[in-house]
């Protein structure tokens, strides 16, 4: 029998990386090329993993995925996602990052969809509820130019954080009128601007790196439709729950810090700031 948890050990190596914070059309977006020390045995521990159809993830009409999903156990995301968590934490002043989850994203330009609901921009932070995941993140294992996440506004509104009452209901009433035209032999298809919503910024991912951002912004992945149509597009996704409990960092590390968490909007999901933080030396 293979031992799939000692494979995952000897590969799940991360390089030495330089993160780079980009603000593209004021999107927050942190990035870090060259990822992984040996990204070629990464893909392949995924591919030859097992992938789930995600329309049966609970109740299609809730499914915001598309595509097929190879899901790490939630008994087991915190010590798989180690490698991921720990190559943040230092640069976000914390001594630990909690895994919400991680899974295997594949898709493919001519895949059926469980309902409309995923073609749309969606967020990963539902509520300002500081349990929820504070970052969400993608590591691209497929070698095109055509990887690609979309950043999309809602009346003008980037961030789940910017909704209120009138934005929320405005939104669930879209969703259901929209979710009347599909027709069961639907297959994807991209969305530029659409009535009230606007694409704001389109990110290429390079094969081999790592792009994270606030879990409270709308996006999607950018795929056009005859995209990836005799091939998968691959992607690692996961999603990290911050603490202040483990804010942990040196007095000359206060100022980079609190860039880092304003940037990433960690302010806003604890109503707290690093500098209220008397630092660890």
Request: aromatic share 16%; glycine share 4%; hydrophobic share 35%.
């Amino acid at each position: 029998m293979n031992n799939a948890s000692k494979l995952w050990s000897e590969i799940s190596v991360v390089n030495n990386l330089k993160f780079e914070f980009r603000m593209d059309n004021n999107t927050p977006i942190l990035v870090a090329n060259d990822f992984w020390k040996f990204p070629d045995r990464v893909e392949e521990f995924f591919r030859n993993g097992y992938w789930w159809d995600t329309s049966f993830f609970g109740e299609p009409s809730s499914c915001i995925r598309p595509g097929l999903s190879a899901l790490i156990n939630p008994e087991i995301a915190n010590w798989f996602g180690m490698p991921i968590a720990k190559a943040l934490a230092s640069l976000l002043g914390l001594k630990y990052i909690h895994t919400w989850s991680m899974n295997g994203n594949c898709v493919n330009g001519n895949m059926k969809l469980p309902n409309l609901e995923c073609t749309f921009p969606h967020t990963d932070l539902q509520n300002t509820d500081e349990w929820q995941p504070a970052l969400a993140y993608n590591i691209n294992l497929t070698k095109s130019e055509n990887v690609k996440t979309g950043f999309w506004s809602f009346n003008g509104k980037k961030s789940r954080f910017e909704f209120d009452w009138h934005d929320r209901n405005l939104e669930k009433k879209f969703h259901k009128t929209m979710e009347k035209t599909l027709s069961q032999d639907a297959t994807w298809f991209q969305i530029e601007d659409y009535d009230p919503w606007k694409l704001e910024h389109v990110h290429t991912m390079c094969y081999n790196s790592i792009t994270a951002y606030p879990s409270s912004l709308f996006h999607n992945l950018y795929m056009k439709d005859n995209w990836f149509i005799d091939h998968d597009r691959i992607t690692i996704a996961g999603f990290l729950n911050t603490s202040l409990d483990d804010l942990d960092f040196p007095d000359e590390k206060l100022e980079d810090v609190s860039f880092a968490w304003e940037f990433l909007y960690l302010d806003r999901i604890h109503n707290y700031h690093p500098k209220q933080t008397k630092p660890v030396n």
